[in-house]
């Protein structure tokens, strides 16, 4: 059975050119980029040829690009640097939809001391923009708010909140692990003082990150050693991952038109067709301003893990949410947040596609799901006692 990966929200396919650049550093190339002898340096020199494509890729210089071990980690770094840069100042602003990277730090820091803001935002999970910035202050440290929601897709006005924040003297920080690739972004335009990305995401491997910070923003480190990364970042350096992070960096310049035209084009025809055939079905988010690859459909009455498991005897992959919390029977946090109807919350799926998904296989998850929703709703008492009703 074919599998049909539609869950890249969680995690891509490495690319096969990124794992051709990745092999020789697993066996020939294996010095450490740091030592003084050629054959150390020649490795060096391969690190700063993926950090220049990196900073291509975002608009940045290279000495803007720091090398972390994945998103998580460029989140906790950018806030922490930031509150440590300004240890007066104990206020924290964010949004409710955050990755749980950012929500769970700023639950953290709130029960040790500070006062964090959580954003609002509407039924299509747009942030409620007044509230955020009536609520900036000469007390707050640092405002993360992210580029793009990674269960619904929405983009949020980061540069138009960037500027207006740097306008009070504030840090801003965005996490951008689901955008980068996706959307065109330029940081040389911007007033972001830092950003985070994923490999994982753009089909780079698991256990690579980046932390993009501006050039003269106050910064402490994370990980204090070593000398690398400029002193920012200490560890030996995750040489291969970094390769690869760097050629995927260069692919994802190169499908760029591909993500936002037949990428797009596939997700609208699956998300048409999927609300033409089933009913009590929706779209969760603002379908107007979101990512081209990503929809989540709320089934109604019917649970999103029974969707999941009969998928599955398909060989469809998607997700009910996040990776990083869908362990839980709760309903996603970010659907709470926007005020879904408990009834659709429980039901939604996230399907987020890639430049590998074909229109065969959009075919085929047409085809399936109704049969699917229909199967579910029958033994669904809360669907029946709807129907009653």
């Not at 599955?312 to 996603?332: F, H, K, M, R, V």
Request: with cysteine; hydrophobic share 40%.
């Amino acid at each position: 059975m074919k599998t049909i990966y539609m869950d890249n929200n969680a995690t891509t396919r490495v690319a096969p050119e990124v794992v051709e650049e990745m092999l020789p550093f697993f066996s020939d190339l294996y010095g450490n980029p740091s030592s003084m002898h050629a054959f150390g340096g020649n490795v060096g020199a391969t690190l700063k040829t993926a950090r220049e494509r990196v900073a291509t890729l975002l608009g940045a210089l290279p000495e803007e690009i720091l090398f972390t071990s994945c998103g998580t980690e460029s989140d906790s770094t950018a806030i922490h640097a930031a509150i440590r840069a300004n240890p007066d100042k104990r206020h924290i602003i964010t949004t409710r939809v955050e990755h749980p990277a950012v929500k769970s730090l700023g639950e953290h820091l709130a029960q040790n001391g500070y006062r964090v803001t959580f954003v609002p935002v509407d039924r299509r999970g747009r942030l409620d923009l007044d509230f955020l910035y009536r609520n900036l202050s000469d007390d707050t440290a640092v405002v993360s708010v992210m580029w793009a929601n990674n269960e619904t897709g929405t983009i949020f006005p980061v540069e138009e909140i960037a500027r207006k924040v740097k306008d009070r003297g504030i840090v801003f920080h965005s996490d951008a692990v689901q955008a980068v690739g996706k959307i065109p972004i330029n940081m040389a335009d911007s007033a972001i003082d830092m950003l985070s990305l994923s490999g994982h995401k753009l089909h780079a491997p698991k256990g690579i990150g980046v932390l993009y910070l501006r050039k003269g923003t106050r910064f402490a480190p994370f990980l204090v050693g070593g000398h690398q990364e400029a002193g920012r970042r200490a560890g030996t350096e995750n040489t291969a991952s970094i390769i690869g992070m760097g050629r995927a960096a260069q692919l994802a310049m190169a499908w760029l038109r591909d993500e936002n035209t037949r990428v797009r084009a596939l997700r609208d025809k699956l998300e048409t067709e999927l609300l033409k055939r089933v009913p009590n079905a929706m779209i969760n988010g603002d379908p107007d301003n979101r990512l081209p690859n990503t929809t989540s459909i709320a089934f109604e009455f019917i649970e999103g893990e029974g969707i999941l498991l009969l998928m599955d005897q398909y060989g469809i992959c998607a997700s009910s949410g996040s990776a990083c919390t869908s362990g839980s029977l709760e309903p996603s946090h970010v659907l709470r947040a926007m005020g879904v109807p408990f009834t659709a919350a429980h039901g939604s799926i996230r399907y987020s596609l890639s430049i590998y998904n074909t229109e065969e296989e959009i075919d085929f998850v047409i085809d399936k799901m109704p049969s699917i929703i229909e199967r579910l709703r029958r033994m669904s008492p809360f669907w029946q006692g709807n129907q009653s009703a």
